[in-house]
């Protein structure tokens, strides 16, 4: 993985260091261009750009690393936009919360639908996958991510992480969930 580690403090537009930094309830539109970007996420802002820009083949697994509120969840939006909105041929995208993977993998482990819940993951030429630190504690979970990781980094498709730098769980997560 390429770690991206966002330093420093974040800022609120004109503020002070360790005021909160402007931000929605969401990350519904967010693009590379529209975040808002300082100190505390300027490397993994331009990660993020480069990787968009030539569509993963700069790094094709991609690590964004950093504290609450540095903008890791709106750099995964600018991602998803940026591949869906460039010029060329438009990538098949997954961009997803992990807490949204983990009740997927549950639904399907339960339901018997663990054919379709590996066909959406590993198909995908892009995994956006956001707070991967949060598999910690959850075996089989993890065990299907390594999976899927695997699957997609052996096909030379494009996996971008993000986890928080302050997660003490992170230390229950076998590597590449870390």
């Known amino acids: 993985m390429t770690p991206v580690t966002a330093l420093g403090e974040p800022r609120a537009r004109g503020g002070a260091p360790g005021a909160r930094p402007e931000t929605g309830t969401g990350t519904a539109g967010a693009t590379l261009a529209t975040t808002v970007t300082g100190p505390w996420n300027r490397l993994a802002h331009e990660a993020s750009r480069r990787f968009v820009e030539s569509r993963g083949a700069w790094s094709r697994v991609l690590l964004i690393a950093g504290g609450e509120g540095n903008g890791k969840s709106h750099l995964l939006a600018g991602i998803d936009a940026g591949l869906r909105d460039g010029a060329g041929r438009r990538p098949a995208v997954v961009r997803v919360t992990c807490d949204d993977f983990m009740r997927q993998f549950t639904y399907a482990s339960t339901q018997g639908r663990m054919a379709a ?3 959406k993951y590993r198909s ?3 995994l956006l996958l956001d ?3 949060r598999l910690a504690g959850r075996p089989a979970t993890q065990e299907e991510f ?7 980094d052996s096909a030379g498709r494009s996996i971008v992480t993000s986890r928080d730098c302050a997660s003490r769980s992170s230390r229950a997560c076998r590597p590449p969930c870390r």
């Open 117 to 119: 819940f590996r066909q």
């Open 124 to 126: 995908t030429e892009v």
């Open 131 to 133: 707070d991967v630190d």
């Open 146 to 152: 390594l999976h899927v990781f695997d699957h997609l």
